[in-house]
């Protein structure tokens, strides 16, 4: 079967623009949720959708939005960003909870200069 | 809020050797363990889990173990072989909530 996929892979922008990523959760999957990775960070959490509602959020500004469609993709949007917005962005897609296992997409790498 | 601790940040060790990697955590309530492995250019991929209710659990040379009382949590990977080279990270969760992550472990295993 299909695994996650993530769009774009690379993205370069300028600070102050915004950015939409892109996820597609492995079929019948109805959690998605987006992770930011850095070095220096490792795996922070961002939000979690369930069935088109946000189900969890992490503590990351409000610039920092996502949403999730009636066929589970799922869209995240940064604006006006930052330098510090540079990580990999890793979507993962579950059947309902975590501990239903999560699979990973291979990550959307964005860099801002 | 939770927070997942993971040692050592790297290991180095001969193939055919043994491997273990160590978490503690800081929530009581959670109940759910899995832990991740990070290939160069991919994203993390589940390869064992287990649960409040189990202390050990074995899947060929990858095996896991959870004290509850010590909130404490550890990887055993026996027989290393080359390709087990990469990033391992355990995580914690309960119920509905998010997942955490320990901050990883880069394994290298040499030939």
């Known amino acids: 079967k299909a695994g996650v996929t993530q769009t774009p892979r690379y993205l370069i922008k300028t600070r102050g623009q915004q950015v939409t990523l892109s996820c597609s959760p492995i079929?019948?999957?109805?959690?998605v949720s987006w992770y930011q990775q850095t070095p220096g960070q490792g795996l922070q959490f961002l939000f979690e959708y369930f069935s088109e509602t946000q189900r969890n959020k992490g503590n990351f500004p409000g610039r920092f939005s996502g949403r999730q469609f009636s066929n589970s993709r799922s869209e995240m949007n940064v604006s006006t960003l930052e330098l510090g917005d540079s990580a990999l962005y890793l979507c993962?897609?579950?059947?309902?909870?975590?501990?239903?296992?999560?699979?990973f997409g291979s990550g959307t790498r964005l860099t801002v200069v | 809020g939770e927070n997942v601790e993971q040692h050592p940040s790297t290991l180095s060790v001969q193939e055919g050797d043994s491997a273990v990697i160590k978490c503690t955590y800081s929530d009581s309530a959670s109940n759910y363990f899995p832990w991740y492995k990070q290939e160069l250019g991919k994203g993390p991929q589940l390869i064992i889990d287990?649960?409040?209710?189990?202390g050990e659990k074995k899947d060929q040379r990858i095996a896991v173990t959870l004290n509850k009382t010590a909130k404490h949590f550890s990887l055993h990977i026996t027989e290393t072989q080359p390709e087990d080279s990469a990033v391992y990270f355990c995580?914690?969760?309960?119920?509905?909530?998010?997942?955490?992550f320990g901050t990883g472990t880069r394994l290298q295993v040499f030939p």
């Open positions: 079929s019948g999957h109805r959690s």
């Open positions: 287990i649960r409040s209710n189990v």
């Open positions: 993962a897609s579950s059947l309902d909870t975590a501990s239903y296992g999560y699979t």
């Open positions: 995580a914690a969760s309960r119920d509905t909530d998010k997942l955490i």
